[in-house]
């Protein structure tokens, strides 16, 4: 597995993710304020196998990943979260694995998920 990190803007941040493997594009979003790599290498490796990009963005405030942290709203992580639609290649799948599977319920970016697991 080759890892390598883009980062990308929003208006407001600048979201650093980890990127592995080529295919179909899956989202690892992590809890807030947790770093989104060595949590998930099992499940990225496991899923570059077989044949996906896996992205995972890295929270603000996290690795490389800067924006404001107080009053952050469920739009400005979704807004975070759209932005790493340009590493992928099409409409992605979303894991999330706590409270923030919120972020894929707000109606900010419909057309960008599949859908949302939580």
Known sequence: MTRYG???DTPDASIE????GHGPAVVIVP???RDGGADFDALTAALV???YRVLRPQPRGVAHSVGPMSEVTFEDMADDLAA???LADGP???LVPDLFHRIGETPCFPAL???VVG
């Open 17 to 20: 993710t980890c990127v592995d």
């Open 84 to 86: 790493i639609d340009e």
């Open 113 to 115: 998920f599949m859908f």
């Open 49 to 51: 196998e077989a044949g």
């Open 31 to 33: 809890p807030y304020g």
């Open 6 to 8: 883009e980062v990308v």
């Open 92 to 94: 992605a799948m979303v």
